[in-house]
């Protein structure tokens, strides 16, 4: 994985130097020393840091949890980015995580860099009293090199406002006096989160996926109506019709941007699919989406598995295996489970033309280049899933002011960042032949790479 995003910001990189326009001012040599350098810089991290937490449990064992925190680069605002408690976590993993937080940062203008962290284990194999101490022993082991200015981690898969409220308070016990409210975001309301903080992610991946189909094709039919490019002629495919739906994971990202789309009234939807780690659902007339949200409040986060439980919540659907959410005959699939769930031996099977990226990395460079060789269109992790941490930036300047906006403000302050991120991008992307992925890596890069051309750190 980690060989993708290197390989993008390369190629983001070369095309720079090539282009004149770019940085005028630093010509011959001095140029290609200044791209070298950038090479550099931007594929490694500043810091891995590395440790094993001591954890006595409950039957009085004591374990070693490995965990990390990768800083990736701050040239841009204190490191920035979610702790993932997963059994699957590893470094070369948090490492190409911290990278796409930096260029996630850039690309939507937010005054961060690029970190995050992650601890080895399935937490769903632990007690409530041993998550508490590993969410405190992961701020004491690391807390020399957090901080609201220096690194502010937030939840990422696995982890959630609990958890970063305790980490909060962690923190805040052992800076006593310093500001502690911004070393954390995504914490609970009455801890000093944000009110629309839980839905942001998947609430910004509907609005993504939204704006391209609805609102930018609408506006600018004349720009894509003339031009040849292959993506244009998909997103024309698209205008004024019904969609048919499928999302993949029912967490806190696919079950919001289900639930929006289900809502939706600027586009004639219908989710036909939805998935977890058990089962797909299927219903080619759309699902009762509430009802589904209901149930999973109630019942751990998991989706119903059987007849019976349908019937209870009078639901109507086919029951499918796990994975065929991927294949079915859809216009648009929302990635939002897992890393690489699209990769060279089942992207074949893929038929949607337009895929959403809610997760973060869910397609392989292979797959990746195949499907855009067909003209889908896919809009990446770091265009789509930004509305955690766009959020998270206003969770952290309402913590700064201690005034609080409320949810609309929120939701509307989120839509105008992505808005303004999506007008900037999109008219490039409809214009040359890259893929979208490329044209978000090429505005993050040109950020980056001016800043710290700026700072005087490429020479
Ligand atoms: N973990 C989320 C992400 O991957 C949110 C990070 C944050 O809020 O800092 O974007």
């Not at 696995?158 to 070393?183: L, N, Q, T, V």
């Not at 942001?200 to 720009?223: E, I, P």
């Not at 893929?350 to 003209?375: C, F, H, M, W």
Request: charged share 25%; hydrophobic share 40%; with cysteine.
């Amino acid at each position: 994985m980690i060989s993708q995003t290197r390989d993008i910001v390369q190629k983001s990189l070369d095309a720079l130097l090539e282009d004149g326009s770019f940085l005028p001012e630093v010509k011959g040599e001095t140029r290609k020393k200044a791209f070298t350098s950038l090479t550099s810089i931007l594929s490694t991290p500043n810091h891995v840091h590395k440790s094993y937490l001591r954890i006595p449990l409950e039957d009085e064992k004591v374990v070693r949890i490995p965990a990390f925190r990768v800083q990736h680069n701050n040239a841009l605002g204190p490191y920035k980015g979610g702790i993932r408690f997963h059994e699957t976590v590893n470094e070369e993993e948090v490492v190409n995580l911290a990278s796409l937080m930096t260029l996630k940062n850039a690309l939507h203008d937010v005054p961060f860099g690029g970190g995050k962290g992650g601890i080895i284990l399935n937490p769903r194999e632990y007690s409530e009293k041993e998550l508490h101490l590993i969410a405190r022993k992961y701020v004491q082991y690391f807390s020399d090199v957090l901080g609201p200015d220096k690194d502010i981690p937030a939840p990422d898969m696995g982890s959630g406002e609990r958890e970063m409220d305790w980490m909060m308070a962690e923190y805040k016990s052992i800076r006593p006096g310093m500001p502690y409210r911004g070393s954390f975001t995504g914490k609970s309301v009455v801890n000093g989160g944000s009110l629309g903080r839980r839905e942001a992610t998947g609430k910004g991946v509907f609005f993504t996926f939204r704006y391209l189909v609805h609102d930018f094709v609408r506006d600018q039919k004349s720009l894509l109506t003339k031009t040849d490019n292959v993506f244009a002629k998909t997103a024309l495919d698209f205008e004024d019709r019904a969609l048919t739906i499928a999302v993949q994971g029912f967490g806190n990202v696919g079950s919001v941007a289900a639930l929006e789309a289900h809502q939706s009234t600027h586009l004639q939807n219908k989710v036909v699919a939805v998935s977890d780690r058990n089962v797909t659902l299927f219903n080619s007339d759309g699902l009762d989406i509430p009802a589904l949200v209901e149930f999973t409040m109630k019942n751990k986060g998991d989706l119903p598995t059987g007849e019976e439980q349908l019937k209870e919540i009078g639901v109507n659907a086919e029951i499918r295996d796990r994975d065929e959410v991927l294949f079915l005959d859809v216009d648009v699939l929302m990635l939002a489970a897992l890393e690489d769930q699209v990769h060279k031996d089942n992207v074949e099977k893929v038929k949607a033309r337009i895929i959403v990226e809610g997760a973060n990395a869910p397609i392989t460079t292979e797959a990746d280049t195949y499907l855009s060789d067909q003209g889908v269109i896919i809009i990446p992790d770091i265009l789509a899933n930004a509305g955690g941490v766009i959020v998270s930036y206003f969770e952290w300047l309402q913590g700064r002011e201690t005034q609080f906006y409320t949810e609309e403000e929120v939701f509307n302050l989120l839509y105008d960042k992505m808005k303004a991120t999506l007008d900037t991008v999109l008219p490039l992307f409809f214009g040359d032949p890259f893929p979208l992925r490329q044209n978000c890596y090429i505005h993050s890069v040109m950020k980056l790479s001016t800043v710290l051309y700026r700072q005087g750190k490429l020479y």
